[in-house]
């Protein structure tokens, strides 16, 4: 098991930047897709980005070119980097760890961004 604890929400401006940071509980080297997840109020949960082991990255279309992933497996960590927010960006952001070989996925509790003039 992981556990997952996500920090660095908050309210930014619009065309602001936010950094945020999902700490695992253990050794993040095996786990095989790290990702970040978000949540509008009204809306179902989407894919916001994912990195693998090896470093290869996917990005939803919304947020291309604007947000960045990152991990480093010595420090247990991911991280989202999201410059040149927008409004539409607001919402609950979850941290998400897929294990191949057990098939599972653990997801950590959020962490809210609002996007707001």
């Known amino acids: 098991q992981v556990q997952l604890v996500e920090s660095g929400g908050g309210l930014v401006q619009p065309g602001g930047s936010l950094r945020l940071s999902c700490a695992a509980s253990r050794s993040i080297f095996s786990i095989n897709v790290m990702g970040w997840y978000r949540q509008a109020p009204g809306k179902g949960r989407e894919l916001v980005a994912r990195?693998?082991?090896?470093?290869?990255?996917t990005y939803a279309d919304s947020v291309k070119g604007r947000f960045t992933i990152s991990r480093d497996n010595a420090k247990n960590t991911v991280w989202l980097q999201m410059n040149s927010l927008k409004p539409e960006d607001t919402a609950v952001y979850y941290c998400?760890?897929?294990?191949?070989?057990?098939?599972?996925?653990?997801w950590g509790k959020g962490t809210l961004v609002t996007v707001s003039s």
């Open positions: 990195i693998t082991g090896g470093g290869v990255t």
């Open positions: 998400n760890a897929f294990i191949a070989t057990s098939g599972v996925y653990y």
